[in-house]
């Protein structure tokens, strides 16, 4: 069974960083894409970032420069380093991996989801 299992969230003033972690197990996601994903409160879930099997990554583009995702095939993880934070970014974060190798933006093309891990940011 497939599982992804995140952590790393946490209450943080704005200004601040946190770094996210998401290990999967199960299965092996070396050759396939794994993404962030995001749902702020009374909002839908919006695309975070995402990177291929060769490390080729996209961000929405509100997030250019402050967020970093990457990933450590030896440890079936992707990490999602948030620097700059602001109150707006205050979400319930998932990771999520899909089956094909190259990147989507969409939840709709992901197989494989987390539970998530809150983050709250406080002005």
């Known amino acids: 069974q497939v599982q992804l299992v995140e952590s790393g969230g946490g209450s943080v003033q704005a200004g601040g960083s946190l770094r996210l972690s998401c290990a999967a197990s199960g299965r092996t996601f070396s050759n396939n894409a794994m993404a962030w994903f995001r749902r702020a409160p009374g909002k839908d879930r919006e695309f975070v970032a995402v990177?291929?099997?060769?490390?080729?990554?996209y961000y929405a583009d509100s997030l250019k420069g402050r967020f970093t995702i990457s990933r450590d095939n030896a440890k079936n993880s992707v990490y999602l380093q948030m620097n700059s934070l602001k109150p707006e970014d205050t979400a319930l974060y998932y990771c999520a991996a899909r089956r094909a190798l190259y990147t989507a933006i969409t939840s709709g093309e992901y197989d494989y989801w987390g539970q998530g891990t809150q983050v709250t940011v406080s002005s």
């Open positions: 990177i291929n099997w060769s490390g080729s990554t």
